[in-house]
């Protein structure tokens, strides 16, 4: 059992404005596995005044960029040795199967060296050069903190989103509030464990689980200067109406509906052995997964035919043992959410090839659904159209490349995406045509060092990088007589 009866405002742990604890119960079977203290519009307060206090007092922002990459690396270093304890507390708050968290530790050391190698990289003042020689002045551009950063993130990757936000609001010199799911309250519990130990100055950090009404009190705060959110679209709609009235700046990272296409020369074994990573991960809670697969009709029964045998080949069930592929939902209300997209799919006359609304046998005190699989699904169906944010597939025919590109594009939203080919420069042609923000070819990894964003009403803004660590600055130019 684990318990954080207090918050962590300002890089110390307070006693909360409510003390009732918020029961954490495992998503594999309903057993409580923690408690966890919930901020109320009081501890924000404290916590957006704290922050407010330790950027005006100016010891962070005005510690030059060499030392504040020096503080990050260390709290890099202390997450590097603490990653298995992490991984397994993930798995045991969210229900992802321990092969996601343990992979998913190496990542995280990628994307903190990334900002890093930008930070030590980046333009914090530079002059220019007068553009034309009579010019009488000369330019300093400075990169500046915005000010106070209220981060808000989901539950699904927690210490991902988190680290995407913390890093390079801090190596840019801002204070911030990051504000996390109730869901999570214990490996964010444990992130505020490590914070409080690498060097940072009084009231520059606080880490505060609480739900969504909190969530708006904080965004909408007055002496908030950013917001940086990743969640669903609808969410972000409403923040960034809060940002707009208020003129706060804000980025925003929210859902998907991406597409994998497999072109007629692509590998099929190769493909559907790349999707069972990139179609699959977290048991389908993830905003990038590739969900909906176009395959040519000349060969569209092959795919079906082989992702209904990856599909059923994957190992559901507790997120502890080492061959679970596929864990829980994380709450009944998104067991229910699937499986009810799952009934829509067979009403709206999708071909149920594998899975179904049942749940798996033997599984019945979690969160868990069947991984499901639709062919013959027509793209204006709402299982090819809606993010389902579980582990079901639709398998969509296309008849040219043209159609190809015009389904993968017909879509509210434009986050991630992939191409299959046997030819690497034709996929990469093909994938410029795609309307989305990150697009893989032939499964590559992500690249922390590119910027990662949404096209469309997935997002605004981009995260990793140099472009990821410039949203949190502010320009300032100064202009000096030329001699």
Known sequence: MIIYDRLFIGGSWVEPSDPALLDIASPHDQSVVGRAAQAQPADIDRAVAAARASFEAGAWRS???AERIAVLRRFNALREENAEKIAHLISVENGSAGWFTRAGQPGLTRQANAYLKAAEEFGWEETLAPSDPASPVRSVVRREAVGVVAAVIPWNSPFSSATTKIIPALVAGNSVVLKVS?????SMGFLAELLEQVGLPEGV?????AGRETSEYL?????VDKIAFTGSTAAGRRIASIAGEQLKRVSLELGGKSAAIILPDADIEKAVAGLKFGSLLNNGESCIAQTRILAPRSRYEKVVAAL???V???????PGDPDTFIGPM????QQERVRNYIRLGIEEGARLVTGGPQIPEGLEKGNYVTPTVFADVDNSMRIAQEEIFGPVLVVIAYDDEDDAIRIANDSEYGLSGGVWSSDEAHALEVARRVRTGTITVNGASVAFDGPFGGFKTSGIGREYGAVGLGTYTEYKTITVPED
């Open 182 to 186: 109730p869901e999570n309250s214990l």
């Open 63 to 65: 510690t030059p960029p």
């Open 330 to 333: 994380i709450r009944p209300d």
């Open 205 to 209: 950090i606080s880490v505060l689980s």
């Open 308 to 310: 209904t045998e990856l």
């Open 312 to 318: 059923e080949s994957l190992k559901v069930g507790d």
């Open 219 to 223: 965004v909408s705060h007055e002496e």
